[in-house]
């Protein structure tokens, strides 16, 4: 179990980066396309704000609609259509008193990670762990979003880069296990390179279920960097579009990559 403060740093420092990216969009970037289909630049932030406003309770949030998985597109969307007719001027300063808000909430944190957030986005049964990791995976995957339309790269070594890396390499063997699931004795490893680096590997038991195992002779090594990890794991583009390399069972190793993204 992670220390809360772990994830609220980092969902505070991608908040801000997003923040002051939006100092700097010129007003055609607003409308530029983003790797999520039919979201602009706008749409992203827009999202952002919706979330923290409904998180820090100034914006109405009575329809349930999430999972004990995640918060359904549908709720996104609407969060994001509602803001679709404001200025890009009116959603930053929604999201700017949003995160004001949550970072006031947040300084004393609750001593049990485990009991229920007292709010969370379309009422999920979410404990407070799972609310402050997910808020500190979609603050910084967000934020790189908005970069890469913006052609402004960066943060890619910050506390959100890091939470976000290792979230997803421990989903791994929750892929290969459930979502790939080839038979017993598959193994497969990823390498991930800097700038967060770290390898992580699953094999398939006598049951069907992937437990984390790196084997000395894996089916299929995947290695890429951090980036592109990411940008796979967060369901961002194809494998083709990301630089990827496989070493061994090329078929499997295709399996795996198309299969990375997870749900948060």
Known sequence: ?????????????????????????????????????????????????????????????????????????????????????????????????????????????????????????????WTWEVLLRNRAIDAWCHEQDLRRALGRPGSLDTPGAHVTTRTFAAAMPFVLGKKVAPPAGTSVTWEVRGPV????GATIGPDGRAAPDRSDSPDVTLRMGSEDFCILGAGRRRPEAVDVTLEGDEALGARVLAAMAVTI
């Open 1 to 125: 179990m992670t220390d809360l403060r772990t994830y609220v740093d980092a969902w505070r420092h991608s908040a801000h980066a997003v923040l002051d990216l939006t100092d700097d969009i010129a007003d055609h970037e607003w409308m530029l396309s983003t790797d999520l289909p039919g979201w602009d630049v706008h749409d992203v932030v827009a999202h952002l704000a919706h979330l923290e406003a409904v998180l820090a309770g100034q914006t109405p949030d009575t329809e349930v609609d999430a999972t004990a998985s995640g918060v359904l597109s549908t709720y996104t969307e609407a969060g994001v259509q509602e803001r679709r007719g404001m200025s890009p001027a009116d959603v930053v300063a929604e999201l700017r008193a949003g995160v004001a808000a949550r970072e006031a909430a947040l300084v004393d944190l609750p001593t049990d990670p485990g009991a229920p957030a007292d709010r969370t986005p379309g009422a999920a049964p």
């Open 197 to 200: 680096e770290l390898a992580v």
